[in-house]
């Protein structure tokens, strides 16, 4: 594979390997997300609705999403090899993406354990829900990571990054929200694509 493909495979497949050697994104991940939704299944009384608990998923599915992001850029800026990305012989936007898929990669890790640890606490785990999730996990991985790249230059980037990121996510969640709890999910599922 050559060309811009190329680049954004080998990108990706180098963030990729990091991660198997560092195990320092993905543990977190999955750690945040078990621990919210065991904390949120004890705050919330027994008989709550479909909604509230689909609300608390996608509330805890959002902060653990933040973490990856975060993360995403961490190593370039504290190893100095941001501007060696930049200055590489490849298009700008290949390198955008390739974090990208990286950040999605990281996000069904932690989905995987998500969505049947939501089902033991809560409900089942409709196609609803599952599809409305890998929508806007694509959403998530893109707009993140074109934020998470501007605020890694920042030096408060770990409060920089929620700020700019959580009001561009609200239509994400709304959509996400709506095909796991609407009577009509279609319209949010073509919503959130």
Same mark, same amino acid.
């Given at each position: 594979?050559t *060309? ?8 990706? /497949? ?5 991660? $198997? /050697?560092? /195990?320092?994104?993905v ?12 904390v949120?299944?004890?705050? &919330?009384?027994?008989?709550?609705s #479909?909604? =509230?608990?689909?609300g ?14 975060? #993360? %995403?850029?961490?190593?370039? #800026? ?5 501007? *060696?990305?930049?200055? =590489?012989?490849?298009?700008?936007? %290949? ?23 939501? =089902? ?14 890998? $929508?806007?996990?694509? *959403? ?5 990571? &074109? ?7 920042? #030096?408060?980037?770990?409060?920089? &990054? ?6 561009? %996510? ?5 959509? *996400? ?9 279609? /319209? ?6």
């Amino acid at each position: 594979m050559t *060309g811009y493909l190329g680049d954004v495979a080998a990108l990706a /497949r180098k963030d990729l390997l990091v991660e $198997l /050697r560092t /195990r320092d994104t993905v543990p977190a991940m999955l750690l945040f997300v078990v621990a919210a939704l065991v904390v949120f299944h004890f705050a &919330l009384p027994a008989e709550s609705s #479909r909604l =509230a608990a689909s609300g608390m998923l996608w509330i805890a599915l959002l902060f653990t999403a933040l973490l990856a992001l975060v #993360r %995403a850029f961490v190593g370039e #800026r504290d190893q100095g090899t941001l501007d *060696g990305l930049i200055l =590489a012989p490849c298009d700008r936007s %290949a390198i955008w993406l390739g974090k990208t898929l990286s950040v999605l990669a990281f996000l069904l890790f932690a989905e995987v354990v998500a969505l049947p640890a939501f =089902a033991l606490f809560y409900e089942d785990v409709t196609w609803e829900l599952v599809a409305g999730v890998a $929508l806007a996990n694509v *959403g998530i991985a893109a707009v993140g990571t &074109l934020l998470g790249a501007m605020a890694a230059a920042a #030096r408060a980037r770990e409060l920089l &990054l929620p700020l700019l990121f959580l009001p561009v %996510a609200i239509p994400l969640v709304v959509g *996400g929200v709506g095909a796991t709890v609407a009577d009509d999910p279609g /319209r949010y599922l073509a919503f959130l694509a």
